[in-house]
C-alpha cells in the first residue's frame, strides 16, 4: 500500500494486480474510509494513527510485563493488553530508539482466539523522505483493477467474512 495524501494504490505483488482511490485526508481518515467505505480493515492500523497511544490503549483493562524477548535478532521488551475483544502484545526494541518489532492481535469473540501478526523488518530513522517514495509509479506489468474488485481479488480474508459493529 501507498498513500501520498491523495491517492491510495494496493499492489497485489502476487496477484500481479493493483488498484488505485482517490481518498484525500490523513492517515487517520484513510484508516476510516479503508474499513467503513471499502470494507478493508487494517488489523494493525493502531500503529499507524497520529495519536497511537489513544488508539492503542482506550479499552484496555489490564496490562502485564512479560520482561524481554528477541524478535529479528533485536532484544526486546515486551508488553501484553487485554481488552474486552482483544488481547494484544506488542515488542519493543530497547535501546535509544524504540520502535515497534512485533504487534500481535488476538481476537477472543471467535473460536480458538485466531491471531494477526505483524513483524517489522528494516526499520529506519534519520534518513531524507520525499513525496515521491509515497507516489506508486508502475514499474511492473501489473493490471489495474477496479476498487470494488479488491475483496475478490486481492483479499487476505476468507470469503465469508463479515464486519461486525465494532
Do not use: H
Not at 86 to 100: C, L
Not at 110 to 126: F, I
Amino acid at each position: 500500500m501507498m498513500f501520498d495524501g491523495k491517492v491510495l494504490t494496493i499492489l497485489g505483488k502476487n496477484a500481479n494486480l493493483y488498484t488505485q482511490v482517490e481518498e484525500p485526508g490523513t492517515i487517520d481518515q484513510l484508516v476510516d474510509a479503508l474499513r467503513d467505505k471499502y470494507g478493508r480493515p487494517l488489523p494493525a492500523a493502531d500503529l499507524l494513527m497520529s495519536d497511537s497511544y489513544e488508539a492503542l490503549m482506550s479499552e484496555v483493562t489490564d496490562v502485564k510485563d512479560l520482561g524481554s524477548g528477541v524478535v529479528g535478532g533485536v532484544e526486546c521488551d515486551t508488553f501484553a493488553f487485554r481488552t474486552e475483544d482483544v488481547d494484544w502484545q506488542i515488542w519493543i526494541a530497547q535501546g535509544e530508539q524504540p520502535y515497534p518489532c512485533r504487534y500481535v492481535i488476538s481476537t477472543k469473540g471467535v473460536k480458538l482466539s485466531p491471531q494477526y501478526v505483524v513483524q517489522v523488518r528494516n526499520w529506519q530513522t534519520g534518513g531524507t523522505v520525499t513525496d515521491a517514495d509515497f507516489t506508486y509509479s508502475k514499474s511492473t506489468d501489473a493490471s489495474k483493477i477496479e476498487p470494488a474488485d479488491l475483496r475478490e481479488k486481492l483479499s487476505e480474508f476468507p470469503k465469508n467474512f463479515t464486519l461486525g459493529e465494532r
